[in-house]
């Protein structure tokens, strides 16, 4: 079976600009859960989707958001980007919910300058 | 913040040692689950143990789970090079969120 995917995996935008990051579970995985890692603030919840239904949240502000289509594919967006924002964002998919193993991808390095 | 706290922060140890570490949370659980995060794999599942299991294994890893202390730890045995990696405890509470520990950093010295 084919990995999670994550694209792109670098980028470099400026302030105020917006985002959008793309992620491919793997096949037969229905949840899709998206990750903010940062050096100061570690691992952080963003939210997680489930049969295109964002179905948990973590405390982000509504810059941030996400879908999630029919094939489990999903899509974050980050709008009026911040300097804050910069951080390696990770997509994981699991089988049912986030009370399974999840399957991480390798990421996306996110730059904000 | 929400985050577990695990300790060490980070740990150097001799190759064939072994090492444990440990981390705590705040409210109660469904599961906790252990990943590892390296440069060269990113971050893999290693072990979930429910709140109902007090002790699970896998191959070289051992995990403790402490409802009462509300406390988990991660033991590997005779540790090798390849070992080396951040460790993190991840907690699913009650509004099936997933929280994650800072991690600990391992070094295994050859």
């Known amino acids: 079976k084919a990995g999670v995917t994550q694209t792109p995996r670098y980028l470099i935008k400026t302030r105020g600009q917006q985002v959008t990051l793309s992620c491919s579970p793997i096949?037969?995985?229905?949840?899709v859960s998206w990750y903010q890692q940062t050096p100061g603030q570690g691992l952080q919840f963003l939210f997680e989707?489930?049969?295109?239904?964002?179905?948990n949240k973590g405390n982000f502000p509504g810059r941030f958001s996400g879908r999630q289509f029919s094939n489990s594919r999903s899509e974050m967006n980050v709008s009026t980007l911040e300097l804050g924002d910069s951080a390696l964002y990770l997509c994981a998919s699991s089988l049912e919910s986030l009370g399974y193993e999840q399957y991480f991808g390798p990421g996306t390095r996110l730059t904000v300058t | 913040s929400q985050q577990g706290e695990e300790d060490p922060q980070a740990l150097s140890i001799q190759e064939g040692e072994n090492a444990t570490m440990n981390c705590s949370y705040k409210t109660s659980i469904n599961n906790l689950q252990w990943y590892r995060q390296n440069s060269g794999r990113g971050l893999v599942h290693l072990i979930l143990?429910?709140?109902n299991e007090r002790e699970k294994h896998s191959g070289r890893l051992r995990v403790t789970l402490d409802t009462s202390k509300k406390s988990s730890s991660l033991l590997i045995t005779a540790s090798r090079a390849a070992d080396t990696a951040s460790y993190f405890c991840a907690t699913e509470n009650s509004n099936y969120q997933l929280i994650w520990g800072a991690g600990t950093k391992l070094i295994i010295k050859p």
């Open positions: 989707y489930f049969s295109e239904t964002q179905r």
């Open positions: 096949s037969g995985h229905r949840s």
């Open positions: 143990i429910r709140s």
